[in-house]
């Protein structure tokens, strides 16, 4: 399949309901095998556009268009087939509940040979390193695993144009270069247009032809090679929020506590979750004692399928432990039980927060200001009260003018940082971050790590789920690696 030519004429978006248009005034061209690398702010519409160029951003009823966006002549929802979309969130991309199955479902709505889509099947499958079997349950899966599993889906449907949200985001570092590599190749092989949206930008910036970058207020920022745009560009596009090779956004760490009293510890603990069916749950790891201290960050690193997540929400009180034991210091549990997992939802909320890996698992409400106000309404505080809290978080994480905004509505670095102010907002004593830097721009990033900096600093007890090196190189007092 030849490689699928993109245009776009004064094209934007804006879904319904809102008044700010995700883009607009988009003017481009891609020709067909080139491989793009689009850059932006959060919220500058990138993942918007990708799926506009896929054809599934609704109908009227889910927002407006202007202007004119096609794929090799045609509107994208009339060839739908014609190009293989891998979203921010993986979770929302798995259909079916074993492995082989849900690879194969994107081919057999295109009504391939049953022979070749199995073919198809375990060469994508080997080719992004999702190293299961077949029959391997998809609830058994960690979100690096199902990030793999969705873009394995896409390559086997050899799509003529490939688009990629955030592809390596929940992935470790030497899994990112093995996923990059796979889906540079699979690309070349088949001549197929690559456009990848992707916050690790040296990650990517020497495997393309070219880099266009979104405009917060829309149009572009800049479109060229890669070396000419960010040679040209290098402030103008940091001062934007977009990452820049070589150029350094790390924030100012506070003082360190040194002699900080455990919160919570774990205690030759293993840890699991159950696939679907199943009535024991899987060990995902084992062997683990850890501690939680006031004051000092945690960081919770090691390869994908680890159990880093499960380890996160053991220690949060949302998992049993398969075996070993959580305990709460007598001054966290104020007259509870010691095991965090048998305290009730009201009972954690002051005491131990939780942010996912997937910000659409924690979204309750229609509006953004409503999402942060449930933990501070559930406390039984006064509305001046929650205003009082949540005010500053819509403004140090840059929501404000996203207040009344559907929080499923955002983009992903959106979602992620409105989660993390949700968990902020019930002051825990404890507060567990499972990926926190995820979809950020530099600049936002550098606002997330400021503002888990600034709780340890105040007292707080955090632990991070990350594979972002950089943010654990730069706030973690203590390291815990899970797996090999």
Same mark, same amino acid.
């Given at each position: 399949?030849t490689?699928?030519?993109?245009?776009?004429?004064?094209w934007?978006?804006r879904?319904?309901?809102?008044r700010?248009?995700?883009?607009?005034?988009?003017?481009?061209?891609?020709?067909?095998?080139?491989r793009?690398l689009?850059?932006?702010?959060?919220?500058?519409?990138?993942?918007?556009?990708?799926? %506009?160029?896929a054809?599934?951003?609704?109908?009227?009823e889910?927002?407006?268009?202007?202007g004119g @966006?096609?794929? +090799?002549?045609?509107?994208?929802?009339?060839?739908?087939?014609?190009?293989?979309l891998?979203l921010?969130?993986?979770?929302?991309?798995?259909? @079916?509940a074993?492995?082989?199955d849900?690879?194969?479902f994107?081919?057999?709505?295109l009504?391939i040979?049953?022979?070749?889509i199995?073919?198809?099947?375990?060469a994508?499958?080997?080719?992004?390193?999702?190293?299961?079997?077949r +029959?391997?349950?998809?609830?058994?899966?960690s979100?690096?695993?199902?990030?793999r599993?969705?873009?394995?889906g896409?390559?086997?449907?050899?799509?003529?144009?490939?688009?990629l949200?955030?592809?390596?985001?929940?992935?470790d570092?030497?899994?990112?270069?093995?996923?990059?590599d796979?889906m540079?190749?699979?690309?070349t092989?088949?001549?197929?247009?690559?456009?990848v949206?992707?916050?690790?930008v040296e990650?990517?910036?020497?495997? &393309?032809?070219?880099?266009?970058?979104l405009?917060?207020?829309? %149009?572009?920022?800049?479109?060229?090679?890669?070396?000419?745009v960010?040679?040209?560009?290098?402030?103008?596009?940091?001062?934007?929020?977009?990452?820049v090779?070589?150029?350094? &956004?790390a924030?100012?760490?506070?003082t360190r506590?040194?002699?900080?009293?455990?919160?919570?510890?774990?205690?030759?603990?293993?840890v699991?979750?159950?696939?679907f069916?199943?009535?024991?749950?899987?060990?995902?790891?084992?062997?683990?004692?850890?501690?939680?201290?006031?004051?000092?960050?945690?960081?919770v690193?090691?390869?994908?399928?680890?159990?880093?997540?499960?380890l996160?929400?053991?220690?949060?009180?949302?998992?049993?432990?398969?075996?070993?034991?959580?305990?709460?210091?007598?001054?966290?549990?104020?007259?509870?039980?010691?095991a965090?997992?048998?305290?009730r939802?009201?009972d954690?909320?002051?005491?131990?927060?939780? &942010?996912?890996?997937?910000?659409?698992?924690?979204?309750?409400?229609?509006?953004?200001?409503?999402?942060?106000?449930?933990?501070?309404?559930?406390?039984?505080?006064?509305?001046?009260?929650?205003?009082?809290?949540?005010?500053?978080l819509?403004?140090?994480l840059r929501?404000?003018?996203?207040?009344?905004?559907?929080?499923?509505?955002?983009?992903?670095?959106?979602?992620?940082?409105?989660?993390?102010?949700?968990?902020?907002?019930?002051?825990?004593?404890?507060?567990?971050?499972?990926?926190?830097?995820?979809?950020? #721009?530099?600049?936002?990033?550098?606002? @997330?790590?400021?503002?888990?900096?600034a709780?340890?600093?105040?007292?707080t007890?955090v632990?991070?789920?990350?594979?972002?090196?950089?943010?654990? #190189?730069?706030?973690?007092?203590?390291?815990?690696? &899970?797996?090999?």
């Amino acid at each position: 399949m030849t490689g699928a030519r993109v245009d776009a004429r004064g094209w934007g978006w804006r879904h319904a309901g809102r008044r700010r248009w995700a883009v607009s005034g988009l003017d481009l061209v891609i020709h067909p095998g080139e491989r793009v690398l689009l850059l932006g702010a959060s919220g500058a519409g990138k993942s918007t556009l990708l799926r %506009g160029l896929a054809g599934v951003l609704g109908d009227t009823e889910d927002g407006e268009s202007a202007g004119g @966006l096609r794929m +090799d002549g045609e509107a994208p929802a009339r060839v739908r087939g014609r190009a293989g979309l891998v979203l921010q969130d993986p979770d929302s991309q798995v259909v @079916l509940a074993r492995v082989g199955d849900d690879i194969a479902f994107g081919c057999e709505n295109l009504g391939i040979d049953r022979e070749e889509i199995w073919r198809r099947v375990d060469a994508a499958r080997d080719a992004v390193g999702l190293r299961v079997p077949r +029959d391997h349950p998809t609830t058994a899966l960690s979100g690096g695993q199902k990030q793999r599993l969705a873009l394995a889906g896409a390559l086997a449907m050899g799509p003529g144009l490939l688009l990629l949200d955030e592809p390596t985001a929940n992935l470790d570092p030497a899994g990112a270069v093995e996923v990059r590599d796979a889906m540079v190749a699979a690309a070349t092989g088949a001549g197929a247009t690559l456009v990848v949206v992707e916050h690790r930008v040296e990650l990517w910036a020497e495997h &393309v032809d070219r880099v266009i970058v979104l405009a917060a207020d829309g %149009g572009l920022l800049a479109d060229g090679a890669p070396s000419a745009v960010f040679d040209a560009h290098a402030r103008t596009l940091t001062d934007a929020g977009v990452w820049v090779p070589g150029v350094s &956004v790390a924030a100012a760490v506070r003082t360190r506590w040194a002699d900080a009293p455990e919160l919570l510890t774990a205690r030759s603990l293993a840890v699991g979750r159950r696939g679907f069916g199943e009535r024991i749950p899987r060990v995902a790891a084992s062997g683990i004692d850890v501690a939680l201290r006031a004051g000092r960050t945690l960081a919770v690193t090691g390869p994908n399928g680890a159990g880093k997540s499960t380890l996160a929400m053991t220690l949060a009180g949302l998992r049993e432990p398969v075996a070993g034991t959580v305990a709460a210091s007598a001054g966290l549990r104020a007259g509870l039980r010691p095991a965090p997992h048998r305290w009730r939802s009201r009972d954690l909320l002051t005491r131990i927060g939780m &942010v996912f890996q997937e910000p659409e698992h924690q979204l309750l409400a229609t509006r953004v200001r409503d999402e942060l106000a449930i933990g501070p309404r559930a406390l039984g505080l006064s509305e001046a009260q929650i205003a009082e809290r949540i005010d500053p978080l819509l403004d140090r994480l840059r929501l404000a003018r996203l207040a009344d905004a559907n929080p499923f509505t955002l983009s992903g670095g959106e979602k992620r940082r409105l989660t993390v102010a949700a968990a902020i907002a019930t002051e825990p004593a404890v507060l567990l971050l499972d990926e926190p830097t995820y979809g950020q #721009d530099a600049r936002t990033w550098r606002e @997330l790590a400021d503002l888990i900096d600034a709780l340890r600093a105040a007292g707080t007890a955090v632990g991070i789920v990350s594979h972002d090196p950089d943010l654990v #190189d730069l706030l973690a007092d203590d390291r815990v690696r &899970v797996g090999a």
